[in-house]
């Protein structure tokens, strides 16, 4: 199946820090999520984007398909960013058939201080 | 869109009891997937449905687990014999797939998390 791996796993900022979080897959997808999990467990979904770039608020994604990862940014971090961030793939390949079923990579525990 | 639920919440249980989740998607959400995360993973898939027909099973859904979503609306997954092993969130998503839209984006619920004690 496909494989998902996600750099970080852990990160700390300083409120106001900008950081970068990385998702690599093993192979062609046609669906990329990215997720924040509350501490209640809640998976609040960012943003849909198996191509391209997408923008919303102090977050954008951007997603390189042929080259297999995608990146999420957070700009001018805040406490409440604090959380564990997912990205999960459904995948798409040659002579597979896929329901759309994620697979999600390790998560990164992203901690804020204030 | 009231968005997905999901009932209980929380579950507590002892070893050998029978258990059962249910879960209401999206409305008019024609795919709904059920996963389950243990502390510090990633959710692992279980099983999914289109409609009333449940087309995949993972390797992770053994002979005590078993789902339905009868009139393919609300979907329950019951847990017979539970062992502690089957402590973790339950997570159930759904979507909506049609000829006319690409989107497969899935929206989750918050969870029914079980302790086997």
């Known amino acids: 199946g496909i494989q998902v791996e996600q750099s970080p796993p852990d990160l700390i900022l300083q409120e106001g820090a900008n950081s970068t979080l990385r998702c690599n897959f093993s192979?062609?997808?046609?669906?990329l999520q990215w997720f924040h999990q509350n501490p209640w467990g809640q998976l609040i979904n960012l943003f849909y984007?198996?191509?391209g770039t997408k923008q919303n608020g102090r977050l954008s994604a951007t997603t390189v398909a042929t080259e297999r990862y995608s990146l999420l940014y957070i700009s001018s971090s805040q406490t409440t960013d604090s959380g564990v961030y997912f990205c999960a793939v459904a995948g798409g390949g040659a002579g597979g058939t896929s329901y759309g079923k994620l697979t999600f990579g390790q998560g990164t525990i992203l901690t804020v201080h204030p | 869109d009231t968005g997905v639920s999901q009932d209980p919440r929380h579950k507590i249980t002892k070893r050998g009891q029978n258990v059962t989740f249910r879960c209401d998607p999206i409305s008019e959400h024609n795919r709904l997937y059920w996963y389950r995360q243990t502390l510090g993973q990633g959710p692992e898939f279980l099983t999914y449905?289109?409609?009333?027909?449940?087309?995949?099973k993972s390797r992770l859904l053994s002979d005590r687990f078993s789902a339905e979503r009868p009139k393919g609306s609300f979907s329950t997954l019951e847990i017979q014999r539970t062992e502690q092993g089957d402590s973790a969130m339950y997570l159930c998503a759904s979507s909506l797939r049609t000829s006319f839209q690409n989107s497969y984006e899935q929206y989750f619920g918050p969870g029914t998390r079980l302790t086997v004690t």
């Open positions: 449905f289109q409609n009333e027909a449940q087309l995949e």
């Open positions: 192979d062609s997808v046609n669906n």
């Open positions: 984007i198996p191509s």
